[in-house]
């Protein structure tokens, strides 16, 4: 039998740790900017999709699915959608005529534009009790905690 003193009682102790608190963090925040991406007619993956090719495109579909980590199937998808809405084109590629390539319409860009534009203000709202130093010193450690792999 374990000895446990600290007083706080077991599921206040679960919502206590750093790991709670982040991921709660993180999932508001992933909620008020698919609410604002939503607002201007796109879902979160249209945003990282139209993101990646604005980027790097041209680019081979199987190589914009590895670069984002969007399983083949569910990028089919997502292009269709932004095909659809005139916001990419879908052409042959020309190093590997086997290969469609995906490139970003003039009005994929604008629609990027005002995703980006959407999501930055989401993110404004979610830290809005921050002051501006604050906000630098959080995204700090943040990136700091993200990025190092522990050993």
């Known amino acids: 039998m374990s000895e446990h003193t600290d007083p706080l ?10 790991s709670w608190v982040l991921g709660r963090v993180a999932a508001r925040g992933r909620s008020m900017v698919a609410r604002a991406i939503g607002s ?5 993956w249209h945003h990282a999709v139209l993101a990646a090719v604005s980027e790097y495109g041209p680019l081979a579909q199987a190589e914009l699915g590895r670069r984002i980590a969007l399983d083949p199937k ?18 042959p590629d020309p190093r590997d005529r086997r290969k469609n390539a995906v490139t970003v319409t003039s009005g994929g860009e604008a ?11 989401a ?3 979610l830290l ?3 002051s501006a130093a604050e906000r630098e010193q959080l995204m ?4 700091r905690i993200g990025v190092e792999e522990p050993e």
């Open 9 to 18: 009682p077991a599921l206040q102790r679960i919502q206590a740790l750093p």
């Open 40 to 44: 201007e007619g796109a879902k979160m």
């Open 74 to 91: 569910d990028l089919v998808g997502v292009l269709n959608d932004l095909q659809a809405e005139g916001y990419v084109v879908r052409e």
């Open 111 to 121: 629609m990027l534009a005002r995703c980006a534009a959407a999501a930055e203000q």
């Open 123 to 125: 993110n404004d709202a």
């Open 128 to 130: 809005a009790p921050l």
């Open 140 to 143: 700090a450690l943040l990136r």
